[in-house]
């Protein structure tokens, strides 16, 4: 079936960086854009960045520009997500989502499904 | 960057008609697709491409969209659907994309 399997929980002191793994499988892996989402505690979803079916092209949200990477290895069909300089406001659940796309008679339109299941990050001393 | 306003809370008598609305200049511009997240799950999209229902989601999801105000309708609300629905959508001109804040739904 079509899913994404994301790696386990993590743990890292202010500071540290962490790299978090989303597997995709049951669709072909580079037909496909691929969104990182966030969430803090008790807090909303928030959008972090996406990456393209080859890996050549990634968008950042000016929030975690230049602090968030995201790389893909599509032999593996496997995207990666990597935060530096963490500190405790990091400390949340970070999904991966495939992206989706039509066309309608008003343009492009975009949906995030499916979802992998989350990492949790908790980032503390 | 462009922010998507939703309320913070919405209740509703069990097998009432709700409203969950997203306002936002983008929702002009990209339809909003909006997502169900129950406590301790990811999110599942439950109505994309201003009214498309993914398999498996209820006829009684819908989604409409009136100028810069896109709503998430639920008509016959039912105990399972008591959760918090988040809308997002493009922005209009980069590749960035937006959630609002967020609706937690109670069916009293």
């Known amino acids: 079936q079509v899913q994404l399997v994301q790696s386990g929980a993590e743990m890292r002191k202010p500071g540290a960086s962490v790299k978090v793994s989303c597997k995709a499988s049951?669709?072909?892996?580079?037909?496909?854009?691929v969104h990182w989402v966030r969430q803090a505690p008790g807090q909303g979803l928030e959008w972090m960045g996406i990456?393209?079916?080859?890996?050549?092209?990634?968008s950042y949200s000016l929030k975690f520009q230049g602090r968030v990477t995201l790389t893909r290895d599509t032999s593996a069909s496997t995207v990666y997500m990597e935060v530096n300089s963490l500190t405790s406001e990091d400390t949340a659940v970070y999904y991966c989502?495939?992206?989706?796309?039509?066309?309608?008679?008003?343009?492009?339109?975009?949906?995030?499904?499916?979802w992998g299941q989350g990492t949790v990050v908790t980032v503390s001393s | 960057s462009s922010e998507l306003t939703q309320d913070p809370a919405v209740s509703v008598a069990l097998g009432q008609t709700v409203r969950i609305t997203c306002q936002g200049d983008?929702?002009?511009?990209?339809?909003a697709s909006w997502y169900q997240q129950k406590p301790g799950q990811a999110p599942v999209v439950v109505i994309y491409?201003?009214?498309n229902r993914p398999s498996g989601i209820p006829a009684r999801f819908s989604g409409s969209t009136s100028g810069d105000t896109a709503s998430l309708t639920i008509t016959g609300a039912q105990a399972e659907d008591e959760a918090d629905y988040y809308c997002?959508?493009?922005?209009?001109?980069?590749?960035?994309?937006?959630f609002g804040g967020g609706t937690k739904l109670t069916v009293l």
């Open positions: 049951g669709f072909v892996f580079t037909n496909f854009w």
């Open positions: 491409n201003r009214n």
């Open positions: 989502a495939r992206d989706n796309s039509v066309t309608t008679m008003t343009g492009l339109t975009w949906w995030l499904d499916p």
């Open positions: 997002n959508s493009r922005e209009t001109t980069i590749d960035h994309w937006v």
């Open positions: 990456i393209n079916p080859s890996g050549s092209y990634t």
């Open positions: 983008i929702v002009r511009t990209h339809y």
